[in-house]
């Protein structure tokens, strides 16, 4: 059986994209970045995407809320300005692929219909323009409600995930959905009120109006976030650009000594979206030695987000000598 050819993007994701926007300037320097990273994709041409994301109590709550699930079928909700409709997602592969994860020792849920609102969309209409143009199977990994698992486990998915990537024989696109330092305004379970605790028990298919409210109250945070008026925790440049380097620098068994608390406190609750931009670089070194880099960053309040693109590919043979 033939090798697939592995490629790799990592992006941060805001919903407030288009919706409480910074200077024009950085809006069109993202923009730019997006578009030169969908055009690789684009000349990639890939015959299959596996995307890691997390989900923000859309698709997932506290009645039942597993570390890792792979969706063998998935709709999107169409949170904050993304597409709606279903995945294209090839059942009979993605089910290869619970059993080959299983059969690696990781426990994983499965669902035969999930929904997935930004943290998956996003990057699928970023790289693709549409959340069907490409074969994709989604493994979304529990980044916002406590407690989480080990990074070592979510690195131990990756590879478990590139293993079974290597030998499929196609061009596969590894993209992670996620991250970098940020605190947007999601409720703790710990301590709610009771109104709170049971919407983030159960609070599937929220009517219009409650879904605008939770909009509205992002916005508002976004509008203030970095300011005296916001008790959130800042964006942290320095600990995104050491976990970049890490990812980089291929020591990845470094994630297993990280301490959740430690980065929340550093980097914001919702800074362990980066568990993604782990399982993506996990499963890129199971299925070959490759060569990262770093594409952009820049810390953006008005997004919440210490926004960053990484991107690796196979590394180049290394010429006989003459």
Known sequence: ????????????????????????????????VIAAARADVEAFDPELIVVFAPDHYNGLFYDLMPPFVIATAAESVADY??????????????LDLVRHVLDSDIDIAMSHR???DHGCTQILEEMTGSLTRYPVIPIIINSVAPPFGPYRRVR????????????LGKRVLILGSGGLSHEPPVPVFSGAKPEIAE?????????????AARQARTIATGQIFGTPDCDLTPLNEEWDQAFMELLIGKDLS???DFEIETISRAAGRSTHEVRTWVAAFAAMSAAG??????????????????????????ASPVPAAG
Request: glycine share 10%.
């Open 114 to 116: 999930l929904q997935v």
């Open 254 to 256: 470094k994630v297993d």
């Open 1 to 32: 059986m033939s090798t697939s050819i592995v490629k790799l993007k990592c992006l941060s994701h805001t919903p407030l994209r288009g919706l409480n926007d910074p200077a024009p300037g950085v809006v069109a320097e993202v923009d730019a």
């Open 81 to 94: 300005k993304t597409l709606p409709g279903p995945l294209s997602i090839p059942d009979d592969l993605a």
């Open 199 to 211: 919407f983030l028990i159960a609070g599937r298919n929220p009517t219009p109006e409650a879904r």
């Open 289 to 314: 030695a490759y060569e990262g880099r770093r594409d952009y960053y820049r810390p953006v309040n008005e997004w919440i987000a210490g926004y960053g693109v990484v991107s690796a590919e196979p």
């Open 156 to 167: 131990l998915l990756g590879e478990a995930v590139g293993r079974f990537i290597a030998g």
